[in-house]
């Protein structure tokens, strides 16, 4: 199956700060990037979808101030979340689509927020 | 607006039992339905259904699809702790730009 990365997989981060996740395709052209968080026992929300050299659009209730998402390439997607606070701890998940390859996420960022 | 309904919620069952999960849906435009299992990381796929009564296997997993009745069924045989996970199902709308519509998830637990 497809390859994709996330970079880092873990963070902790202080109340205030900002923090940059990366996901990667390696090995397909993601025209587009879709943003899952998931809170635990829950499933995953969809936050944002963004088309490559585009701007995100963004799911009902998620703030695109907040969550910015930068999808400059086709292989590479940002998402920052900005002056983080402790809610929005959460796994943050990338699932990049392109062609027929649609259906891999990438593994993850667990985001703690002190 | 499409919708994913899984069932049963959770299910307990011992080990080299048979489980069967549900999956039944709503979607404007199809393009496919996706089954993932789910384990304390981010979802890994299992089978992509795009055409009806065609079984897909992997080993013990095994699904079918049935775009009459608008569901799926992910079969589990002989099952082993390490299949408890959380599975869950996605359909794809063909006109959304591959957006995923997913259920809540069954949570299997398989006891020794």
């Known amino acids: 199956g497809a390859v994709v990365s996330q970079h880092p997989s873990w963070v902790i981060c202080k109340s205030g700060t900002s923090v940059k996740i990366e996901c990667r395709s390696l090995?397909?052209?993601?025209?587009?990037m879709f943003w899952y968080r998931q809170f635990p026992k829950q499933s995953l929300m969809l936050m944002a979808t963004?088309?490559?050299?585009?701007?995100?659009?963004?799911e009902q209730g998620v703030e695109k101030d907040k969550f910015l998402i930068n999808h400059a390439s086709l292989t590479l997607s940002t998402l920052t979340v900005t002056s983080a606070h402790p809610e929005d701890s959460s796994f943050y998940i990338c699932r990049p689509s392109g062609g027929t390859d649609t259906q891999y996420f990438g593994p993850g960022t667990r985001l703690t927020v002190l | 607006e499409d919708k994913v309904v899984q069932s049963p919620l959770s299910l307990v069952v011992h080990e080299g039992d048979t489980v069967t999960l549900n999956c039944s849906y709503e979607v404007t435009n199809f393009r496919s339905l996706l089954w993932y299992k789910q384990e304390k990381k981010a979802p890994t796929f299992l089978f992509m259904l795009t055409s009806s009564g065609i079984e897909k296997k992997s080993g013990r997993l095994s699904s079918i699809l049935d775009k009459k009745e608008l569901f799926s069924i992910l079969n589990i045989t002989a099952t082993q702790t390490g299949d408890s996970a959380i599975y869950l199902c996605a359909v794809e709308n063909y006109n959304a730009g591959n957006m995923l519509t997913f259920g809540g998830g069954t949570r299997l637990m398989v006891k020794p």
């Open positions: 090995d397909f052209q993601a025209t587009t």
């Open positions: 963004s088309n490559e050299g585009s701007k995100a659009t963004y």
